[in-house]
């Protein structure tokens, strides 16, 4: 398994098997100058780079200039620009504080000499909690062993996986099983409220580095979260009536995790209004402890509008 101390991207994607190894090979950032990072950006049939990729990279490059001792406790950013599939991205870091608890850092990601993104993520030395206290789930979910796949969902529903959709499947870094079944048709989101919930984990054991696995989740919490925008107004698969990108986006970490092992990610959508559509996520792990806290706003155009 390629870790994120390694040398760079374009030595690390030949040896690249299945989609997991893929994400961590994406994630391990050439260095190229103190402070400065390329990715790689994979030349896939987008309209732009997929925005948990460039968070992941950025938090990467972060947290390849701090000395490791440090968990990423928070971070928030601003997608500026839709980046273009195919072309590297650089990351530029700066070293905002390094104080005795905390340690600060700003990473701007450029493409084609322009801003595309950027990010500012803190790191807090673990302390002795004199307190602690958090609201449970809002209800029982169901685990997700009895939970269809996606694939299996639209298998069903179509009889069969489409070619391009197969495709996608078998590069898929992660499993993702919604806990409430897909709606297929218009009068089955009539009623629906703005919530949604999946039960995530990475396809393949990630290793043993937090930074891995903080950065591999944040590469994740871009997949799904706009879903409970989207569902009182139109299926979540099939043809899509809206252009969406994602605006901003926050995080915070409150625990250690494992991405490769079971998190349910319960999601809702509080507003949408102005042509924007706002989501908060919480993530849990399978005993209800709360993981993460997310927060992300939308651009939500309707197409031919």
Known sequence: MTHLAGNGPEEAAGAAAGPVERLVDLLDLERIEVDIFRGLSPNESLQRVFGGQVAGQAL????????????????????????????????????????????????????????????TASFHQPEEAGFEHQLPPRLYFPPPESLPTVSEEIREHLGALPEALERMARRQPFDIRYVDRLRWTAEEVKEADPRSAVWMRAVGSLGDDPLVHTCALTYASDMTLLDAVRIPVEPLWGPRGFDMASLDHAMWFHRPFRADEWFLYDQESPVATGGRGLARGRIYDREGRLLVSVVQEGLFRRLGG
Do not use: C, K, M, W
């Not at 990351?91 to 322009?114: C, H, L, M, N």
């Open 60 to 119: 990467v490059a972060a947290g390849r200039t701090t000395d490791g001792a440090r968990p990423v406790h928070s971070l928030h950013a601003y997608f500026l620009r839709p980046g273009v599939p195919g072309i590297p991205i650089v990351y530029q870091v700066e070293r905002v504080r390094d104080g005795r608890s905390f340690t600060t850092r700003r990473v701007t990601a450029i493409q084609r000499g322009r801003t595309i993104f950027n990010l």
